[in-house]
């Protein structure tokens, strides 16, 4: 995922300290919580999910760099790709490691992601750039606000898998760039993210409504998840994210 996780992102202070403080089955290990069959299954949709994400990065950011206008930016974006698919096999090893198959836990998901990414193909190379740094950090605002409600073990990998692959930066220096070099970009590309904004949340919601266990992990009733109240705040706390990205490129939400 390209969600940054540092200063590159001014999103990124406001979402620490937003973000709820760990409690409960978060204070236990894998072992412990895992006892529970649904928090089980809910945490194995969990890593697919992610996995079959982390894996789609891959392949779109090595995609993206066909578009990428310069020998450098090629190498930039491979670069980043290259640390998406370690990510991922970091998820896939965790799901074998307790006693998922991998491939079964993913495909789930395989219709959900590939038919967002097919809705919002960029058309050219800065719609690539906003859309790992929009689209993708909206996706990865919602695991980070899951990962609070985890055990221990899982919480440590799936934020460590959220971590900025230097996208960030990258996007916001060469969006900006391009705005200064032509204002009339700018709107194009505000457009667009608000696209992509509507779009992620829609994914995001489809995916955990098709998923019973963690659908419940998110309203109540696995361990410590989300009520009702709480997921509204979560998707407000993703939306003010979302703004403040926005502002770091340069682009009106």
């Excluded at 006693?99 to 190379?125: I, K, N």
């Amino acid at each position: 995922m390209t969600t940054p996780d540092n200063a590159a992102d001014p999103s990124a202070e406001a979402t620490d300290k937003t973000t709820p403080a760990a409690t409960g089955v978060a204070a236990q290990n894998w072992d412990t919580a895992a006892a529970d069959p649904q928090y089980r299954a809910a945490v194995v949709d969990l890593l697919g999910a992610l996995a079959y994400g982390e894996l789609a990065a891959f392949e779109r950011l090595a995609e993206d760099a066909k578009l990428a206008p310069t020998l450098s930016d090629k190498a930039e974006l491979a670069k980043m790709a290259s640390a998406e698919f370690h990510h991922f096999e970091r998820l896939r090893d965790r799901l074998a490691a307790v006693g998922a198959e991998p491939t079964e836990s993913m495909e789930p998901f395989v219709a959900a992601l590939d038919g967002f990414h097919r809705q919002t193909a960029p058309s050219d190379w800065l719609e690539g750039l906003v859309k790992a740094f929009v689209g993708d950090s909206i996706a990865s605002d919602f695991y980070r606000e899951v990962a609070a409600r985890l055990d221990a073990d899982t919480r440590g990998l799936v934020l460590s898998v959220l971590d900025d692959t230097g996208h960030a930066s990258f996007a916001v220096e060469k969006v900006r760039a391009a705005i200064d070099a032509d204002p009339r970009v700018g709107g194009r590309l505000a457009l667009w993210a608000r696209r992509l904004m509507g779009e992620a949340l829609s994914q995001s919601q489809r995916v955990v409504a098709d998923r019973d266990a963690l659908s419940t992990m998110l309203v109540g009733g696995v361990a410590d998840g989300f009520d009702l109240a709480e997921v509204g705040r979560m998707f407000s706390r993703i939306t003010e994210a979302h703004t403040k990205r926005m502002a770091a490129l340069g682009l009106a939400a």
